[in-house]
């Protein structure tokens, strides 16, 4: 079974930086693309970022291009996001999900929460 | 604003059938792309509940079921149990831009 932990949420003042992670176990991870999803509370899911099994595809949302970086390290099974000159509208909870065979976000992390606010 | 539409919220009694849609436009469902949902229980991660707009992963009760026509998607759900009660959304591709995932804004559902 496919099990995903984020890590590296924390409270950050606006333009700042931070680097989330995403440690995966229970699948072969290289093989699967995989995602970051956020959450402001209360509101609706926004995907952020999408990366292939090997790294070499890599697609943003619009809100985050250009300041968020994500990556993996297939070594270590770990998927990333490098997130600079945040705002407070990045404020939310980031999941990780892989991604199947047809697209879907098949399964994700329980999330790591991002607040951006002096 | 979502660039899929989806009922805020939906509801009805125990035992019974709801249906909850998903409106996108020619860019995104009407382009041909699978439809996904999630169910998102409250205060825990989504999981995903359909994919490629009809099938359910191992562990998905058959009371779940997805449909997809034209430029709309629907969920249906029978046999409405206290335990359905959540946050579903639904989810696609939009050709606006390549990789580009669109959510629809979700829509909680309230068993009576």
């Known amino acids: 079974e496919a099990q995903l932990l984020e890590s590296g949420g924390a409270l950050v003042q606006p333009g700042g930086t931070l680097k989330l992670s995403c440690e995966a176990s229970?699948?072969?991870?290289?093989?699967?693309?995989m995602s970051w999803v956020r959450q402001a509370q209360g509101k609706g899911l926004e995907w952020v970022s999408s990366?292939?099994?090997?790294?070499?595809?890599?697609y943003y949302a619009g809100s985050v291009k250009g300041r968020f970086t994500i990556s993996r390290d297939n070594s270590k099974n770990t998927l990333y996001l490098q997130m600079n000159n945040l705002r407070p509208e990045d404020t939310a909870m980031y999941f990780c999900?892989?991604?199947?065979?047809?697209?879907?976000?098949?399964?994700w992390g329980q999330g790591t929460l991002v607040t951006v606010s002096s | 604003q979502s660039v899929l539409t989806q009922p805020p919220s939906v509801s009805g009694a125990p035992g019974q059938r709801v249906i909850i849609s998903c409106t996108g436009t020619?860019?995104?469902?009407?382009?041909?792309?699978?439809v996904h949902w999630y169910q998102q229980l409250p205060g825990r991660a989504p999981r995903l509940l359909i994919y490629?707009?009809?099938n359910r992963p191992s562990g998905v009760p058959e009371r779940f079921s997805a449909s997809t026509s034209g430029t709309s998607a629907s969920l249906a759900i029978t046999g409405l149990q206290a335990e359905d009660e959540a946050d579903y959304y639904c989810?696609?591709?939009?050709?606006?831009?390549?990789?580009?995932?669109?959510f629809g804004g979700g829509t909680r559902l309230t068993v009576l």
């Open positions: 020619s860019t995104n469902i009407g382009a041909g792309f699978d």
């Open positions: 990366i292939s099994g090997r790294g070499g595809t890599i």
């Open positions: 989810q696609s591709n939009d050709i606006k831009e390549t990789g580009l995932r669109v």
């Open positions: 229970g699948f072969p991870f290289s093989s699967f693309a």
């Open positions: 490629g707009h009809t």
């Open positions: 999900a892989n991604t199947g065979n047809y697209g879907s976000l098949d399964s």
